[in-house]
């Protein structure tokens, strides 16, 4: 006999576990990584400078997560110890990173206007040097400072503190999607002499992990048999077409959303392909957000030659056009294909021809792909 739900059920244990920022208590696949971070900021638990570091890796490798999960157990462990989180993507002003950090050691925000950057500054070194608090920075995705040349500055001030402000003692954590970024190229010698970086990656999670992942999120997630074994199989093969983490995660999600409004006990085939036409676009505006501007054009201008064309584009036709748009060597041309295809926003295939030409495949609707890439 064929079961319905009563309207006032839900197939969720609990629906948060399957939100792309929850901090998961087992954290797994990352614990070098966890330790790595861990380390950097130990001096800080006993009163000394902490460690500067870059976490570098794709998005959807966890970095953001590490980070929270450790900064979380700061708040737990000392009030010597101050952590701030500044998103890059909305905060990328000196005054955004000022304020933010501002509010984290005051309790309030500054006033939205009036307030100068400079009385911000001010307040932050007097308060770490009178109360013998050490900060902690962490600027998610630092490569978007790069973009106004506000990153030199930032990081100047911050770790530059002490001189102003006797006993103000301050670190960084720079979590970096972009994998271009090469810091000492970008930054002022007088930056790099007080930032020391030591950098740890962050690999693409393997098929396997995924799976386990999301095997026990579902487990803790949802109520039992919810997800039969054939779908959560189809479920990995639509997340691995991203290879992304977060794709996953939405994926059953909004999978048994629609099986939850449909009054079912469990997720169907057509649930998770209707799903997936939604979670796609989650690696997809996540992806578009780590290229810098150029990457962005040239992206958009594939995109663009794939709406108006029913066959393959070669990667020989694609240059030609890019180049009357933007100023680009094909050595460069040919690294930003590599990076899309290791993205997963482009899939490239060799032709039947010598040299490097390849044959580009846009992973998503061009037509998407253009709207995100602006």
């Known amino acids: 006999m064929k079961k319905y739900l009563y309207s006032d059920e839900t197939l969720f244990r609990n629906r948060d576990l399957f939100e792309i920022d929850h901090i998961p208590e087992e954290f797994n696949y990352r614990e070098s990584q966890l330790k790595d971070i861990a380390f950097a900021l130990q001096p800080g638990l006993h009163g000394s400078r902490p460690l500067n570091m870059a976490l570098r890796g794709l998005p959807g ?215 997936y036409e939604i979670s796609k676009y989650v690696h997809l505006s996540s992806s578009v957000r780590a290229l810098t501007t150029d990457e962005k054009t040239l992206l958009y201008q594939i995109a663009d030659m794939a709406s108006d064309n029913d066959t393959y584009l070669t990667s020989g036709a694609v240059y030609e056009s890019a180049t009357a748009k933007m100023k680009i060597s094909y050595t460069g041309f040919y690294e930003k294909l590599r990076k899309f295809d290791q993205m997963r926003l482009v899939e490239l295939s060799h032709l039947n021809q010598r040299g490097r030409t390849r044959e580009i495949a846009l992973r998503y609707d061009p037509e998407k792909v253009k709207e995100v890439c602006g």
Do not use: W
């Not at 000392?78 to 990328?92: A, D, G, I, M, S």
């Not at 307030?115 to 630092?142: F, H, M």
């Open 61 to 275: 490798t966890g970095k953001t997560t590490a980070v929270r999960r450790i900064f979380s157990e700061v708040e737990e462990t000392t009030r010597l110890l101050v952590p701030v989180y500044v998103n890059c993507q909305t905060e990328h002003t000196k005054f955004a990173v000022f304020a933010k950090i501002y509010g984290k050691l005051h309790g309030h925000q500054p006033p939205p206007t009036g307030t100068p950057v400079r009385k911000l500054i001010y307040d932050v070194g007097k308060t770490l040097s009178e109360k013998g608090i050490v900060l902690s920075v962490c600027l998610d995705d630092a490569n978007y400072l790069l973009v106004n040349k506000a990153l030199n500055e930032i990081l100047y001030t911050i770790l530059r503190l002490y001189e102003e402000f006797p006993n103000a003692r301050t670190g960084v954590l720079l979590p970096m999607s972009s994998m271009d970024v090469h810091l000492p190229q970008e930054l002022d010698p007088c930056v790099l002499s007080v930032l020391q970086l030591k950098e740890v990656y962050f690999a693409p999670y393997t098929e396997e992990e995924i799976s386990e992942i999301l095997k026990d999120r579902i487990r803790k997630g949802l109520y039992p048999n919810v997800v039969p074994e054939s779908m959560f199989n189809l479920i990995i093969e639509q997340t691995m077409r991203c290879g992304d983490l977060r794709v996953g995660l939405d994926l059953v999600k909004q999978s048994a959303l629609t099986a939850e409004r449909a009054g079912r006990t469990a997720i169907l085939e057509e649930d998770v392909l209707e799903a």
